[in-house]
């Protein structure tokens, strides 16, 4: 079982900055990807950016260039950087991890997820 938990949500006004945070705890060995996503008001979920254990990096269409994922593995943390923040980056942002089963310190190809409960932005104009 692993538990995530956001923070860093707020409201805000365009063109400012703002930093979410993921803290994952629990049985954290064989996390292989970490990823945000958001839903908006009246709007399907869309997929943000999402990093894997090796470093590799995806970022949404709509939020490329603007928005930075990073993580620190030793504390078990992955971090959304949101500059430029525009009103229709207001949603709910959500923390998901993909994990995959271990036996002993060795990770193996089953592969569960989790989500965290979100962090509410709001950007105002």
């Known amino acids: 079982q692993v538990h995530l938990v956001e923070s860093g949500g707020g409201l805000v006004q365009a063109e400012d900055s703002l930093r979410l945070s993921c803290a994952a705890s629990g049985d954290t060995m064989c996390i292989s990807t970490t990823g945000w996503y958001r839903q908006a008001p009246g709007k399907e979920r869309e997929f943000v950016a999402s990093?894997?254990?090796?470093?590799?990096?995806k970022y949404g269409e709509n939020t490329k260039g603007r928005f930075t994922i990073s993580g620190d593995n030793a504390k078990n943390y992955v971090y959304l950087q949101m500059n430029t923040l525009k009103p229709e980056d207001t949603a709910v942002y959500y923390c998901r991890v993909e994990v995959r089963v271990h036996y002993g310190s060795r990770c193996w190809s089953l592969d569960s997820d989790y989500w965290g409960t979100g962090a509410p932005v709001t950007v105002s104009s």
């Open positions: 990093i894997t254990s090796g470093g590799i990096i």
